[in-house]
């Protein structure tokens, strides 16, 4: 008897017969019901090479790509109480629409003759598509028990609904998604660590072995604060972009025109990145921090970091998309969040009524030459001082200023003919500097706290209206030499 249980034992490895009790569903029909005896993990993986079957949670989706072979294949990153750092399973199907489509971490999934396996010193699930199969359901208790997808070869029992309900039950105190450290680029934070859901819109190799991701949720990035200028540093302009080059046009006019683009650095090469180069995958970065640079917001993902790829039907992506559709429904909301209620009252433009646009809307316009009302922050002017000002007013310089909103940063020009308009009027080199310091979030000291403004490092330029207009300088390379200059806009007294 143990002779032939051991021949049983070795054709169920080999896969020339399937378990009992899916045979015997399959021939009786539909009216007949298995019965599945359910391990948990941890007690699967003692038996190596036998059919099993699991009812896990999933806490990793991965993507779905072509196998060596003819085949495509998938890996989940599965939980169960008994194992909290989980167990690998690999699917293997003739067509992309065959493997596993999880919505969201946290769903729970049942497996039915799968075996464990050994590969390299780890432990793994293998499933085979000749007689394996699966069925993936809702994460909460309040859902129903009927699954959302399964394999055409799975058969259920009214039985797997007691342990679907404990595997819910135990996923509402144990949760896959960490929401508890989840942010979004609206709330970052400097030097914290944290948990970022985000499309991935790009993906760039830098020098020196350095990855850039270009990654976005709809909303914007907060308003930093910049180094108070000083005298010596008033010909110095923070750089337009944290790349040691822009991006190429083609790319720059894929990106959202609304919602700010995070940097995000890694010097570190990771399997989903072949995946996170298509632009259309939203992802979960586990463990990435964030600092500033030049008033700009610079991702890094630090060496503990994990990113998992998420389905455009994962419940966090739906809530994001919903509110970004929300947002770009109601024209106000479409400004900086930061500029929101009211934006400053510092400059007047000839064009109230005209519509609001965002600087990455006006860099990926597709014409060069346009006019477009934006709400932007003055972050460097070059001349910004009382001895240069002078020759301003006087029509012998023009002023450089650089702009930035949550979309972009960018230069822009007063030309010489426009300064004495920009400022008011011809006025004094003091009341010309006042007006300057303003733009820039320099405060203008008093009697009372001279020492304390002296002392201030930091100034918090305030948003303000402004009129724009492109132009080019090169007929031979206009998109190259494209420039913008402000126009019908002054500064009140």
């Not at 008897?1 to 070795?10: I, N, S």
């Not at 793994?124 to 199969?133: A, I, L, P, R």
């Not at 180069?277 to 990435?288: E, S």
């Not at 024209?331 to 209620?341: C, E, G, N, T, W």
Request: net charge neutral; hydrophobic share 40%.
């Amino acid at each position: 008897m143990e002779e032939a249980a051991g021949r049983q034992r070795k054709r169920q490895r080999d896969g020339d017969m399937a378990p009992s009790t899916e045979a015997a569903a399959a021939a009786a029909g539909p009216s007949a019901e298995a019965q599945y005896l359910y391990l948990p993990i941890a007690d699967a993986l003692k038996v190596p090479g036998v059919r099993i079957c699991l009812f896990a949670a999933v806490s990793e989706i991965g993507a779905a790509v072509r196998s060596r072979g003819t085949d495509f294949t998938l890996t989940l990153r599965i939980v169960d109480q008994s194992r909290a750092s989980g167990i690998s399973v690999t699917f293997f199907a003739d067509n992309t629409a065959l493997l596993p489509c999880v919505r969201s971490s946290g769903h729970v999934i049942s497996l039915h003759n799968i075996m464990i396996a050994l590969h390299n010193g780890e432990l793994f699930v293998t499933y085979n598509k000749k007689f394996s199969s699966f069925a993936l359901f809702e994460g909460k208790v309040s859902t129903e028990c009927r699954p959302y997808q399964h394999s055409a070869k799975y058969h259920g029992s009214k039985h797997d609904n007691e342990i679907l309900t404990q595997m819910r039950t135990w996923l509402s105190f144990h949760p896959q998604d960490h929401e508890d450290i989840e942010l979004q680029l609206r709330s970052i934070k400097s030097d914290s660590a944290f948990d970022l859901i985000c499309k991935v819109l790009h993906v760039r190799e830098a020098s020196n072995g350095v990855w850039i991701l270009y990654v976005w949720d709809g909303t914007d990035t907060p308003a930093t604060e910049f180094q108070m200028i000083l005298d010596t540093e008033s010909d110095i302009s923070p750089p337009l972009h944290l790349e040691e080059a822009p991006l190429p046009r083609e790319v720059l006019c894929t990106m959202p025109c609304v919602g700010s683009v995070l940097r995000v650095f890694t010097n570190r090469f990771f399997k989903e990145l072949l995946h996170l180069q298509k632009g259309t995958y939203w992802a979960r970065f586990c463990n990435i921090t964030c600092k500033q640079e030049f008033g700009m917001w610079k991702g890094i993902m630090l060496p503990i970091c994990r990113v998992r790829l998420l389905s455009n039907e994962d419940g966090s992506v739906v809530e994001r998309l919903k509110m970004f559709d929300s947002r770009i429904a109601v024209k106000v909301h479409r400004q900086p969040m930061a500029s929101l209620p009211n934006a400053s009252d510092i400059t007047d433009v000839e064009y109230k009524s005209a519509g609001y646009s965002t600087l990455m809307e006006s860099l990926t316009h597709g014409e060069v030459l346009h006019k477009i009302k934006t709400l932007v922050r003055v972050v460097a002017a070059y001349p910004c001082q009382a001895r240069d000002l002078s020759l301003v007013l006087a029509g012998k310089h023009g002023v450089r200023l650089t702009l930035e909103d949550p979309t972009a940063r960018i230069r822009a020009y007063i030309h010489r003919d426009d300064g004495a308009k920009f400022f008011g009027g011809f006025l004094t080199v003091e009341a010309a500097t006042r007006k300057m310091n303003k733009l820039l979030g320099i405060p203008e000291p008093t009697d009372t706290d001279v020492g304390e403004q002296a002392s201030a490092s930091k100034r918090n330029p305030p948003w303000i209206w402004c009129c724009l207009k492109s132009y080019y300088l090169d007929e031979d390379d206009i998109w190259g030499s494209r420039r913008y200059r402000i126009y019908a806009t002054e500064i009140r007294d």
